[in-house]
């Protein structure tokens, strides 16, 4: 792709603050951030580059930037800024503002900014779902828990896959957008036969796999090491290593259920569907109840001292969803069918459908995204690397420097 050149666009910084407080204009560059960040290689210069993206009004090159899905958020940064120029709370700004820029339906702007907007959305979606599941099933049956009596098992398949079909289509655009501003800053390569196409296809799902499978960044990106130093269990990277993990299993397991388990059938608790969710659904709960812990008291880091409806949003859905879904797996074995155990069921479908109707919208998105855009950057640098000497080292490269344009708009 041909170089667009560096346009400036001023309105750019003022976009950002829609999504967090920072206070960057107060940065003159002296790299302090870069200094003290554990995430650094050589050749890299985040955050304070990524910051003179954003204050130069550079938003290709700033959208290209790794950086922006490489921070951790551990706050050192801004603890040992000397400008109090928060450039943390400017990564994680920049985070949400790249997921509400490349939503093609624009919905994440109104879910990320507006509280009344999302909490009148996700009444009504609540509303709509209990209706349609009322309409269609609706039946208790007292003699014994009969739960697709009550919500029709046929209408549910079908509705998760136009809901599945639906979010998939988001995304898809959305891909689309995030894969276009990433390439756009990137030198053209030569071209270069399928097979290594292939090939560093794979060993970019690997370089991506490695990183986030246990997330060892989180212990290199922390505050430099105190008296007071929380547990392991209380870590940061225990707490997302608990929830990714739980949510992958829980997955897993549904996925197991959906396509060798006969509906409404009964099964023991080591059935290895049944006893796969079970060990998940503990692990998601304990992450999504540290979570929510360490945001009330903002403790664990300078990430916990600020929450917004979007965090508190995506934590409290996989809290809930997860208790109801225990709930109703102890209902199943109550002798006699409760109004309570319908009831909790009817609430923990309702909360499964939204949580997936709102992944494309909302900070879950950024389980998505952030691979993506890691897989992204992986495969750029290997094809460029076919390109340049033998001895030229992947890790070091970037996109090319902005130079602002004087042609260009501003």
């Known amino acids: 792709m041909e170089d667009p050149g ?3 666009d001023i309105r750019l910084l003022d976009e950002l603050r829609q999504y967090g ?20 290689k050589s050749g890299e210069a985040f955050p304070r580059r990524v910051i003179r993206y954003a204050v130069l009004g550079l938003r290709d090159q700033l959208a290209a930037e790794k950086a922006v899905w490489s ?3 551990c706050g ?28 093609v339906t624009t919905l994440s702007r109104r879910f990320y900014t507006s509280p009344r907007f999302t909490w009148i959305s996700m009444t009504v979606l609540a ?40 979010v998939g289509l988001v995304f898809a655009a959305n891909f689309a957008n995030m894969a276009r501003q990433i390439m756009k800053t990137f030198p053209k390569t030569p071209g270069h036969g399928p097979g290594s196409w292939i090939k560093d296809g794979v060993r970019a799902v690997m370089d991506v796999v490695q990183e986030l499978a246990l997330q060892k960044e989180f212990d290199e990106c922390k505050v430099k090491e105190s008296e ?3 547990p392991w269990y209380l870590s940061r990277r225990v707490m997302h290593l608990a929830i990714m993990w739980g949510f992958l299993g829980l997955l897993g397991a549904t996925t197991f259920d959906f396509l060798f388990k006969e509906p409404g059938s009964h099964v023991p608790l080591y059935y290895p569907a049944r006893l796969l969710g079970t060990l998940a659904g503990l692990l998601l709960l304990y992450g999504t109840s540290l979570a929510l812990w360490l945001r009330r008291e903002k403790k ?55 949580l997936m109707l709102l992944v494309p919208f909302t900070k879950f998105s950024h389980v998505i995204y952030r691979p ?24 070091r490269y970037r996109p090319r420097e902005a130079v602002p344009s004087t042609s260009g708009p501003v």
């Not at 880091?301 to 109801?324: R, V």
């Not at 069918?337 to 009817?346: N, P, Q």
């Not at 855009?373 to 890790?395: E, I, K, T, V």
Request: charged share 15%; aromatic share 16%.
């Open 372 to 395: 993506v855009a890691l897989y992204l950057h992986a495969l750029l640098l290997r094809r460029r690397a076919r390109s340049l000497p033998l001895n030229w080292d992947a890790s």
């Open 300 to 354: 664990g880091g300078l990430s916990f001292e600020k929450s917004y409806l979007s965090d508190w949003l995506l934590l409290w859905l996989l809290w809930a969803i997860t208790l109801s879904g225990y709930l109703t797996e102890i209902a199943v074995y109550l002798p006699r069918g409760f109004f309570s155990g319908y009831l909790i069921l009817l609430v923990h479908t309702i909360l499964a459908l939204e």
């Open 21 to 40: 407080e920072f206070n960057v204009i107060n940065c003159f560059s002296c790299g302090h951030c870069t200094a003290v960040c554990n995430l650094v």
């Open 76 to 103: 050192e940064c801004t603890a040992a800024c000397p400008r109090q120029a928060t450039p943390g709370q400017f990564m994680d700004a920049a985070r949400r503002y790249f997921i509400v820029n490349w939503d």
């Open 6 to 8: 560096a346009r400036i």
């Open 71 to 73: 921070c951790y958020y």
């Open 228 to 230: 007071n130093r929380e």
């Open 127 to 166: 509303v709509v779902l209990a209706v349609l599941f009322l309409a269609t099933g609706g039946r208790m049956v007292s003699e014994r828990p009969a739960f697709f009596e009550f919500i029709n098992y046929a209408f549910l398949h079908y509705l998760g896959y136009a809901v599945m079909a639906l």
